[in-house]
Nanobody, 121 residues
Framework: QVQLVESGGGLVQAGGSLRLSCTAS????????MGWFRQAPGKEREFVAA????????SYEDSVKGRFTISRDNAKNTVYLQMNSLKPEDTAVYYC??????????????WGQGTQVTVSS
């Protein structure tokens, strides 16, 4: 059973930075590729970033390339999303999940409660 808890969101001005964390309860965390997703009001949940189980490969949605960095620390059962140069359009609830890295980053469905990111202009 996988349980995920996202944290680190908050209110920040445009151009600012936040680092999100996602901690998994399962000891098998290191065997999963992981992804970050976000959902804004009135919109569907969308892919943001992905990382392989070893951290050797990463992938990003085009709008966040060069601004966001995904990383993981398997010893801490944690995946991170460093977000720099934040824009108002980044405002959303951010979720993490285990994913299939080689099948269009399809999430497994172990969503946590999410963490709210609000970027003011």
């Amino acid at each position: 059973q996988v349980q995920l808890v996202e944290s680190g969101g908050g209110l920040v001005q445009a151009g600012g930075s936040l680092r999100l964390s996602c901690t998994a309860s399962g000891r098998t965390f290191s065997t999963y590729a992981m992804g970050w997703f976000r959902q804004a009001p009135g919109k569907e949940r969308e892919f943001v970033a992905a990382i392989t189980w070893s951290g050797s490969s990463t992938s990003y949605e085009d709008s966040v390339k060069g601004r966001f960095t995904i990383s993981r620390d398997n010893a801490k059962n944690t995946v991170y999303l460093q977000m720099n140069s934040l824009k108002p359009e980044d405002t959303a609830v951010y979720y993490c999940d285990a994913i299939n890295y080689y099948r269009n980053y399809a999430p497994f469905g172990y969503w946590g409660q999410g963490t709210q990111v609000t970027v003011s202009s």
